[in-house]
C-alpha cells in the first residue's frame, strides 16, 4: 500500500469523505480509507488535505498518464475534479523521477 495525501480546494468545506475514485482513461483505482488531515479557509474557499491508501501497483499505472478524473463522494454528494496543467507537471514528474524506475 501507498500512501497518497491530496488536497481539495472547494467552495464547500469537506471535513470527511466516504470514498474516493481516481481515473487516467486507462486504470481506475479507488478507497475508502480517507482521513482528514486538516481544512482551513482558502481565497477560493476552503481547502480540506486528507490522506488515503492505495495499492502501490495501481499508484504506479496512474502515473503513466497525467490526465486523472478524480471523483470524491460524500454522503449523497459527488465532487469531481481534473488536474490543472501545474498538476499535470508535477504528476509527470513524479512518474519520471519515482515511479518509471520502479
Known amino acids: 500500500m501507498s500512501t497518497l495525501n491530496f488536497t481539495v480546494i472547494n467552495d464547500v468545506l469537506l471535513k470527511s469523505l466516504d470514498s474516493l475514485t481516481i481515473s487516467n482513461g486507462q486504470h481506475l483505482t479507488s478507497s475508502k480509507n480517507i482521513v482528514l488531515l486538516f481544512s482551513e479557509r482558502a481565497k477560493a474557499g476552503f481547502s480540506s488535505r486528507f490522506s488515503a491508501n492505495i ?5 504506479q499505472k496512474l502515473f503513466n498518464a497525467p ?3 478524480v471523483i470524491l463522494y460524500q454522503g449523497n454528494s459527488k465532487f469531481e475534479f481534473t488536474p490543472t496543467n501545474a ?3 508535477k504528476i509527470n514528474r513524479l512518474n519520471y523521477n519515482i515511479f518509471s524506475i520502479l
Not at 55 to 59: D, R
Open 55 to 59: 495499492p502501490s501497483n495501481e499508484l
Open 67 to 69: 490526465n486523472w478524473k
Open 87 to 89: 498538476t499535470h507537471k
